[in-house]
């Protein structure tokens, strides 16, 4: 079982940046994948990025790519977004996932996860 605390959302004015982090816990941690969703009310879930705990592999949604970085602490199980070049469409509830690396890895819809709390992110124009 993976436990999972986010941390870091708030308010940016457009083009600023922030760093959100996820702090996990699990037995075998090395055997999953930490990625970073966000969802609008009334809007489905919308995958961003995602890392390999074991071999720090990562990959991105389009919609992302160039603008936010995952990242890893592996002595602190942390798994981090920076997010830079914010825009107003950013603006989202964000959620740190953890998904077996057999099960998860290389795609963007994770039925079968565990989900942290989610912070909220509000990008101002």
């Known amino acids: 079982q993976v436990q999972l605390v986010e941390s870091g959302g708030g308010l940016v004015q457009a083009g600023g940046s922030l760093r959100l982090s996820c702090a996990a816990s699990a037995r075998n941690l090395f055997t999953y994948t930490v990625g970073w969703f966000r969802q609008n009310p009334g809007k489905e879930r919308e995958f961003g990025a995602a890392i390999s705990m074991s071999s720090g592999g990562t990959y991105y949604a389009d919609s992302v790519k160039g603008r936010f970085t995952i990242s890893r602490d592996g002595g602190k199980n942390t798994v981090y977004l920076q997010m830079n070049s914010l825009k107003p469409e950013d603006t989202a509830v964000y959620y740190c996932?953890?998904?077996?690396?057999?099960?998860?890895?290389?795609?963007?819809?994770?039925?079968?996860?565990?989900w942290g709390q989610g912070t909220q992110v509000t990008v101002s124009s």
């Open positions: 996932a953890a998904g077996l690396s057999l099960k998860v890895w290389g795609s963007e819809e994770w039925s079968d996860a565990t």
